[in-house]
């Protein structure tokens, strides 16, 4: 009864041809209002549409008559005041004898909800009176008090009514600010009610960062930040990630929005939340990562220097906060700085992230993993460290390294604990994917963090972790020169346009053996079980048909027998 209550009152409002409306159709929008109050929960998806659609033509014709600033205006479009049309007395009343350009629309649901101001006809005086503003605004306060599913089909029915609003040369924002209203009314929702909300409310926001006008794209990105200013003001609960899908909309703009201005005001917003709302992010640190990894492939330099910025000052402040397990943010944090040092603009951004990448490493190596997830005990070790005790370097294996590399003098590394084991893997494995950039100086600064890194800190590892790290880090550094395809290796053509090319991966790839022997040989015996799989390595390119790729295998294998032979027994050189 509701719905049909709520479906033939609609149509008598007459606000799709306001110039025939009268004081009866006036008092049809109060009851409609009324019905939507009262019965708000049996209304439905369409009920909900009538009615909103009802609240939107009614505050353009208030707008109007009451001579404020329209939307249009704001945003670009001039909105000249209408003429006012002639009148004459009929029955001791006043009504308009303006006609519209064309016929009226059919139906409210047929009304366009954003004419240009110029054709926007009124009602005879006294008919807008029937309905006071707050009455209005009631439905969206009101929206708090609905039940789930009510509230679901309110959401939608606001979020289409706000795209209807869009779409159109002269744009009004009305339903999206009662969007943020509603928004916030409805937080004290548990959270998968909320959830639901959301994810309409979300990708309206990405669709309306995505406007063809720049003044709706930056007003809707700054609604969506108000609206994470506030829920991030609220604690997440345990074991549920809303956080994420709550800034998930920032991603979406970010990679969708045409125009750099928004793409910035969008980074600009996460980078303020970050600062100010830092304290209480969670799994919130997910999305903003995502966030600046899209950014960091923009067009735009601005965008790209704007959102390494942020990045910079997140992993430095904040560093504990994403290196919590529960968050489960440090794979995106690592990610999002190996997409900066691919950057192809600016290149300064490229060299500061693989630094970034070193800080990162030893933030990790210190502790702070544990410290975030309370992995320590009470007399402040490691939970668990006695079956993770760090094996000790070898005197005799640090005797041929090179000069300026760790050596036993120096201190010993730390025990880490799973979590912290766990999180090394995606940073290795980004330094790794980074050895074989085309930039000389990103190639050569992602090795010497790599192997700066594995040097330093490989003492914790236990030898399940470095075979590991040897299949997952290392051993893909060398896939160029591994390759069975001579022409994969370049090293098949001793001269012509490939000479440059060969000379700086004959270099690379004498270096990185070189480093690599020396990391699997200073902390044996936990890397003894790496013995068989660099022999294969070593043994395969010392076969190869070509000269100078064969020289490097057989340097690097003479390099790991005179490190190896004072610490292997019969056993592992027998396996």
């Not at 009631?138 to 679901?152: F, I, K, M, T």
């Not at 690599?516 to 790496?530: K, M, Q, R, S």
């Amino acid at each position: 009864p509701v719905r049909a209550v709520a479906a033939a009152l609609a149509p008598r409002t007459r606000l799709h041809a306001p110039t025939t409306m009268r004081p009866k159709h006036g008092a049809a929008m109060r009851a409609l209002l009324a019905v939507a109050d009262a019965g708000g929960d049996a209304l439905g998806g369409d009920g909900w549409g009538d009615v909103l659609r009802c609240c939107s033509l009614w505050e353009l014709l208030t707008t109007v008559a009451g001579g404020a600033p329209s939307d249009a205006s704001m945003f670009g479009v001039p909105a000249p005041t209408p003429a006012p049309a002639p009148r004459r007395s009929l029955f001791g009343r006043s009504v308009s004898t303006a006609a519209p350009a064309g016929p009226p629309p059919a139906s409210v649901r047929d009304a366009p909800l954003a004419p240009p101001p110029a054709t926007v006809l009124l009602p005879p005086p006294g008919v807008l009176d029937a309905v006071n503003a707050d009455a209005v605004d009631r439905v969206y306060v009101r929206s708090a008090r609905l039940g789930a599913d009510a509230a679901a089909d309110f959401v939608a029915a606001l979020a289409r009514v706000a795209t209807d609003e869009l779409a159109t040369e002269s744009p009004r924002v009305f339903s999206t600010s009662k969007i943020v209203d509603v928004a916030h009314f409805n937080m004290d929702r548990i959270r998968l009610v909320w959830s639901r909300l959301w994810a309409t409310l979300g990708d309206f926001f990405v669709g309306a960062g995505a406007h063809a006008s720049l003044p709706v794209a930056l007003y809707a990105v700054d609604a969506l930040r108000q609206l994470a200013s506030k829920f991030l003001e609220r604690d997440e609960l345990a074991n549920y990630s809303f956080q994420t899908e709550f800034l998930r909309p920032f991603v979406g703009i970010v990679r969708g929005a045409r125009r750099v201005e928004v793409r910035e005001l969008a980074v600009r917003c996460l980078a303020q939340l970050a600062s100010s709302r830092g304290p209480c992010i969670r799994s919130g640190w997910r999305s903003m990562f995502m966030a600046f990894t899209a950014a960091a492939g923009d067009e735009s330099p601005t965008v790209v220097r704007l959102a390494f910025a942020a990045v910079e000052r997140v992993v430095r402040d904040a560093f504990a906060s994403i290196a919590d397990p529960e968050a489960a943010a440090f794979p995106d944090a690592v990610n999002c700085l190996v997409a900066f040092a691919n950057a192809a603009v600016p290149a300064d951004v490229g060299l500061n992230a693989i630094a970034f990448l070193r800080f990162c490493a030893d933030r990790l190596a210190g502790g702070d993993v544990a410290d975030a997830t309370g992995g320590r005990g009470d007399d402040g070790r490691d939970a668990g460290a006695g079956s993770l005790a760090p094996p000790q370097p070898h005197p005799d294996a640090l005797r041929i390294r090179p000069a300026g590399t760790p050596t036993a003098a120096h201190s010993t590394p730390p025990p880490l604990d799973d979590a912290r084991l766990y999180a090394w893997f995606p940073l290795l494995a980004g330094l790794s994917e980074l050895a074989f950039d085309p930039r000389p100086d990103t190639r050569h600064a992602a090795l010497e963090v790599l192997f700066g890194v594995l040097a330093a800190h490989g003492g914790a590892f236990t030898p399940a972790f470095w075979e590991r790290v040897y299949t997952s880090a290392l051993l893909p550094v060398f896939d160029h020169v591994r390759a069975g395809d001579a022409r994969a290796t370049t090293f098949a053509a001793p001269t012509g346009a490939g000479d440059g090319a060969d000379a700086w991966l004959y270099a690379t790839a004498t270096r990185c053996l070189a480093r690599t022997v020396d990391v699997a040989t200073a902390f044996w015996p936990a890397t003894e079980c790496l013995l068989p799989k660099l022999l294969d390595l070593l043994g395969g390119l010392a076969r190869r048909p070509h000269a100078p790729l064969a020289g490097v295998g057989v340097a690097a294998l003479a390099r790991l027998v005179d490190a190896v032979g004072p610490l292997a027994d019969a056993r592992a050189w027998g396996s």
